[in-house]
């Protein structure tokens, strides 16, 4: 594998920490800010929304910036952006610069695919951009852990300086290796806007959507669910999201390698019809704890496996705007995170149980594999004319 992928996958690993590392430790910030948790939590909100719209609108404005020169003006204000909460004396400037992160932040994961995909080969690109997924997850299911680590260590404005030191690393990496990537045919954005009328191209950004909604669904209340059904304590709780983390880590390699076998699109299918089985079975494992921590490493893998076979779909879909749909693939992710947790909140709010969640989740996911059902089904308008023309010709 070609080594500038993994100096990508390195830096969108620092990058992807910011989004999540704060979940941990809201307690600390909002007493050391003095705002209330739920307000500290507005922090994730905030930077998930401003995720989902900055990274298409910021793509189509630096359409004609030479690639890797675009990188490194990126990182350098991701860069600042984590110097200021470093500093920030009030949440408003924590709030500030959590906007500023997440613009920087949306542009860079987009980047180090797009990059990704243009410097290797197409035989190898859905593992190329497997090994950037993984670097997307694992930093999203470890971050959490490690936040709350490095603040019970150093205070939890060392996390923010700690992400700025990876994120220098990253810069001269990026720099030092990376060649000049030119910008490729340049869309005007009116056309990038109108690429959205591609329905095969949309029902895939559905099944992303609703792939991610299912599992947050559960994800984002697996610690009640751990306590409610086996009783754990805060160490084995631990251990549980760790052994999670790390099957997640492997999932987007997995997806992969898996397109890379059987293509893309078989892939696709497999993966999100095994995700929605998964969680099926997941109420039901809980007779046995050695049984259920092998269906959560399962769950674990297939939750990023589905990114790599995906993004590549989208690229040979429609080549020609593949890294404005690229971004807007990951708008999809992030919605489809807030989505599911809303899923999540309103099932236990009607229900006060967490036992079922992993059924209604499996629900979402069917949703999904419905979707990409049809966008697979779908012929491209290339493919419909030469279609049309051979009819005429018979």
Request: glycine share 8%; aromatic share 10%.
């Amino acid at each position: 594998m070609d080594f500038r992928v993994f100096i990508l996958a390195i830096s969108t690993i620092t990058v992807g920490l910011v989004e999540l590392i704060v979940g941990g430790i809201l307690p600390v910030i909002a007493d050391d800010l003095n705002v209330t948790i739920g307000t500290a939590g507005q922090l994730i909100t905030i930077y998930a929304l401003i995720f989902a719209i900055a990274g298409p609108v910021l793509l189509s404005l630096t359409a004609k910036v030479e690639r890797k020169k675009l990188y490194l003006l990126t990182i350098s204000v991701f860069i600042a952006g984590n110097i200021m909460t470093y500093f920030s004396p009030t949440f408003t400037f924590v709030m500030i610069a959590r906007i500023i992160t997440s613009m920087s932040a949306a542009l860079l994961i987009v980047l180090s695919l797009t990059i990704t995909a243009r410097i290797v080969d197409a035989p190898h690109r859905a593992k190329a951009l497997g090994y950037i997924i993984m670097g997307i997850s694992s930093s999203l299911v470890l971050g959490v852990p490690l936040g709350i680590l490095i603040t019970n260590a150093f205070g939890w404005r060392s996390v923010f300086l700690g992400i700025a030191v990876l994120s220098i690393g990253s810069f001269i990496l990026i720099s030092i290796f990376l060649e000049k990537v030119p910008t490729g045919e340049v869309q005007p954005l009116s056309v990038q806007i109108k690429s959205l009328a591609n329905k095969k191209i949309v029902f895939a950004h559905l099944a992303t959507m609703f792939m991610l909604a299912g599992h947050y669904t559960v994800y984002a209340y697996l610690t009640p669910f751990l306590e409610m059904n086996f009783n754990l304590n805060q160490y084995w709780i631990s251990i549980c999201y760790f052994l999670f983390g790390i099957a997640a880590v492997g999932g987007g390699a997995l997806g992969g390698n898996l397109a890379n076998w059987i293509g893309s699109k078989k892939s696709i299918l497999v993966i999100i019809g095994a995700f929605a089985l998964i969680l099926f079975i997941l109420p039901y494992s809980i007779f046995s704890f050695p049984f259920f921590i092998v269906i959560l490493m399962f769950w674990g893998t297939l939750s990023w496996a589905l990114a790599p076979p995906q993004q590549d779909y989208i690229i040979e879909t429609d080549p020609a705007t593949s890294d404005i749909h690229q971004s807007l693939n990951n708008s999809a992710l992030q919605v489809g995170i807030a989505m599911g947790s809303g899923i999540g909140g309103l099932v236990l709010g009607y229900t006060d149980s967490v036992k079922n969640m992993p059924i209604v989740g499996a629900g979402v996911v069917v949703i999904a594999f419905i979707c990409a059902v049809v966008s697979l089904s779908m012929v491209t308008g290339k493919a419909r004319r030469t279609k049309e023309t051979q009819v005429d010709y018979r």
